[in-house]
């Protein structure tokens, strides 16, 4: 099925599925059951179910579902815990309801962006292709070589300083580390630009084996930029797991806080 | 048969007087040591090293089509009974099904499972497990089928059989074991027989090493026996009269082109036309080994249309046209042979006679060039073929693909792969890519492995059922024959970890000891390779590199 018509088969599971809560929470109300209560252990539940999704990894390669259909369960779970958020909670009221409204809505939203991180940026990757981020400090350190071996040449002549200051001022920093991590976060080519336009500057100075010289080493900063969007790229891509998966820990802790001060301070409501 | 041979236990090894009681005893080896291509002491060793007496019983099964070959057998007495052909919808008890998969026992997963709570040290050992000498044969008879009196009776009935006559049953399952290709027939002893059956490593000694050795090889590969099991392996021929299979293979010709052991240089050999476009095609060409490119002139360059392996076929477009029309047949492709090719060719008098226009098998491996406009053949989809061509990809069975407009780099597949092999992965993700397709660095269990040919101990292995190849940890002696040999870089060595996590150290050389690892594709495991069944975002698949249909998927998947 095509991305947009799964998108709207899945969004109409999921008002569907909220309808169904809605309806028995209507009718547990009808049979005087505090429908809060029934939310909340559903809510409950679905947190817990979700919350073993990290433990895949021991049990995943002997038994069980595939990843991808856990995965796909994790999503739907995350869903439907959504709408059963929205209808267990108002809005939160002291320190320990607010705590817990806000590392809900931090899980939620994290999940939901990395989702559509993980769908998105892969494909931007595959695009200029693929180098595997293990590798990637290590094609950078082949381009620094490169570089510095092309210059090597032009240093003891006169006639090719601006080649050399080239690669000293600018260059040589730009291919030493990762750079512009924010601007490539942003989608923007800016200091590519700024250093492609400095080359074509140098250019006009040098004679034809110079011009030549410089079309490599612009062609060097070129691949070492695609390297550093890749590197940014997988970044974000983790990024969000270090708030999602901290956050789904904090989450499930006071969640059994709440269970205990619910049921401590309740009047017997069922 | 000698007194001696008679009290020769069942796979024992073979004492020096044993041996020569062998030789003695297999016409094939006595004339090695006539020709003077072996010395008699030398042919002693071989088959002390690398080979043993096999007493299969009335009834047992001692070759299962199918099953993946690495012995060969030397008949000493006995008969031995060969299914020539059986009806589509022919089982028996298995014989032509392949065991299903276990693994070692539940106690064996649960140890495994375990060890993936646990606290991972890579490639530990306890010191003492003990490596095999090097050089020891495992030549047990395992798993072995017995047919019962009704079975052989069912057999007869229902099935073409043939007693193996005294000349041909000197030598089976020869090429099988020399291709690292599965049986092309059931051999089971039709009494109480008596073989020398010898592994891989002894076999390919004989070949380089005695040419009266290949030069009957040859002969039995080219009789028409052979060729009419080459021909009964192509489903639309399979089933034709027995009278007409015999024809037509007394009319086919085999052509051997390139090198079988084209080994660490995937290249080497490289690509040679065997059929070139305008030729006169003299008949249907069948590819019965190796591997061919197909392509077609466009401009001033070869556009590539597809690839060809074991089981294609070649020209049905051009032969149907000439049947109909009477018009000598021209090749509208060229064939080039990879590294490797072996065809059977039934000349046309031969395909006119028995087999007509309607009998034809499919062309099978490529599209046929008439039916490609301008854009289907110039443009990204087609360049597949190149890519798995010019990568030697086309050898893969079980492959790892990942789809890179997916994948997230997760490493949940390095990490499942670590969980169930000890703490140590046994690919690198990372490879020759096409557009959003990466090939990864994992064994690729290919259908002619090149990495099973060198190794000292016959720690590497096919294995016969799952046709997975795999190293045995316990005979392996880090030599890295294997991991030299292979084409992909797909077999690594790691050094060898104590119980305390410190490398093992060789006493006489002070050197670490290593072993060779690959990916084992889960032996054993029930739920099949750990990597595919991890990944979360569904980008890795394990896939034949020869379903192009799979491939193209892949590259056209994620439209919104």
């Known amino acids: ?270 | 048969m000698s007194k001696l041979l008679e009290q020769i236990a069942s796979y024992a090894p073979l004492s020096e007087t044993q041996a020569d009681a062998c030789i003695d005893a297999v016409q094939m080896l006595r004339e090695i040591v006539a020709q003077g291509e072996y010395t008699r002491a030398s042919l002693r060793i071989i088959l002390q090293k690398h080979a043993v007496v096999d007493r299969p019983v009335s009834g047992e099964v001692v070759l299962r089509k199918g099953a993946y070959g690495g012995d060969v057998y030397f008949r000493i007495a006995g008969e031995l009974r060969i299914i020539v052909g059986a009806p589509d919808n022919f089982r028996l008890r298995g014989l032509y099904d392949a065991p299903k998969q276990v693994s070692d026992d539940a106690a064996g997963l649960l140890r495994r499972m375990a060890q993936a709570f646990k606290g991972l040290r890579p490639e530990t050992r306890t010191i003492g497990d003990g490596d095999a000498s090097p050089g020891a044969a495992d030549l047990s008879g395992s798993r072995r089928l017995l047919l019962s009196k009704s079975d052989r009776e069912l057999i007869l009935a229902e099935c073409e059989t043939t007693i193996l006559p005294e000349a041909d049953s000197a030598i089976v399952g020869e090429q099988a074991t020399l291709a690292a290709g599965a049986r092309l027939a059931t051999i089971y002893a039709e009494r109480d027989s008596v073989l020398l059956r010898m592994n891989w490593r002894g076999v390919r000694i004989l070949f380089k090493g005695s040419a009266t050795f290949r030069e009957e090889l040859k002969r039995k590969n080219t009789s028409a026996k052979v060729i009419t099991s080459i021909l009964r392996g192509f489903p639309a021929l399979a089933g034709l009269d027995p009278d007409v299979l015999a024809e037509l293979a007394a009319a086919s010709m085999l052509e051997t082109h390139g090198d079988r052991d084209w080994g660490a240089s995937p290249k080497a050999a490289g690509e040679l036309p065997v059929v070139r476009e305008g030729d006169h095609l003299n008949g249907l060409v069948l590819v019965s080994a190796g591997f061919g490119r197909v392509s077609r002139r466009f401009d001033a360059g070869e556009k590539t249309l597809g690839f060809l392996r074991r089981g294609d076929v070649f020209g049905v477009a051009e032969i149907k046209e000439t049947l109909a029309t009477d018009k000598p047949a021209v090749a509208s492709r060229t064939l080039h042979m990879v590294n490797h090719l072996q065809l059977l060719i039934i000349p046309l008098p031969a395909v006119r006679k028995h087999l007509g226009a309607d009998n034809l098998p499919e062309d099978t491996g490529t599209q046929e060039a008439a039916a490609l406009d301008e854009a289907s053949l110039l443009f990204p989809s087609s360049d597949v073929a190149d890519y798995l061509i010019s990568n030697r990809l086309i050898n893969g069975k079980k492959a790892m693909v990942i789809d890179l407009n997916r994948c997230v780099n997760c490493d949940d597949c390095v990490r499942a792969c670590a969980a169930v092999h000890g703490g140590n992965p046994r690919f690198v993700r990372a490879g020759p890519t096409y557009m959003n397709i990466l090939t990864a660095s994992a064994c690729m269990h290919c259908t002619e492995p090149v990495c099973l040919t060198d190794c000292p101990t016959d720690a590497i292995t096919r294995n016969e059922d799952s046709g997975n190849v795999l190293i045995d940890e316990a005979k392996c002696i880090g030599c890295g024959a294997c991991a030299k040999l292979c084409p992909y870089d797909n077999i690594r060595l790691v050094e060898i970890r104590d119980e305390q996590g410190e490398r093992v150290i060789k006493a006489d050389s002070g050197v670490p000891v290593v072993k060779a690892t690959k990916c084992d594709y889960c032996e054993g495991l029930p739920a099949g390779p750990a990597c595919a069944r991890a990944c979360p975002h569904d980008a890795l698949k394990r896939m034949d590199m020869a379903d192009q249909s799979a491939l193209t998927k892949v590259l056209s998947q994620n439209e919104v």
């Open chain 1, 1 to 270: 099925m095509r991305f947009l018509a799964r998108l709207a088969v899945n969004a109409a599971l999921l008002a569907a599925a909220a309808a169904v809560l809605a309806a028995a929470g209507h009718i547990a109300a009808a049979g005087l059951y505090s429908p809060v209560h029934l939310s909340g252990w559903f809510l409950l539940v679905l947190i817990v179910l979700l919350a073993l999704f990290g433990l895949r990894h021991r049990i995943l390669p002997f038994a069980g579902p595939s990843g991808t259909v856990l995965l796909q369960a994790h999503i739907y779970m995350g869903a439907l815990a959504i709408v059963g958020f929205l209808f267990h909670s108002g809005w939160p009221e002291g320190l320990l309801e607010t705590t817990l409204w806000t590392l809900f809505v931090l899980v939620a939203a994290s999940g939901v962006i990395g989702l559509a991180l993980s769908r998105a940026i892969p494909a931007r990757m595959g695009a200029i292709g693929d180098h595997g981020d293990a590798h990637i400090p290590q094609l950078r350190a082949r381009l620094a070589l490169r570089a510095e071996e092309l210059v090597a040449s032009s240093l003891a002549r006169g006639d090719r300083q601006s080649l050399v200051a080239l690669y000293a001022y600018r260059l040589r920093p730009f291919l030493e580390k990762p750079r512009n991590f924010l601007h490539h976060a942003t989608l923007s080519d800016a200091p590519l630009r700024r250093l492609q336009h400095d080359v074509a500057g140098v250019k006009q100075l040098l004679d034809d084996e110079g011009r030549e010289l410089a079309d490599q080493l612009r062609s060097l900063a070129e691949e070492k930029d695609t390297l550093d969007y890749q590197r940014a790229m997988v970044l974000i891509m983790r990024a969000w797991l270090f708030i999602h998966v901290p956050a789904t820990g904090a989450l499930l802790l006071l969640c059994l806080v709440h269970l205990a001060s619910v049921y401590g301070y309740s009047i017997g409501d069922r």
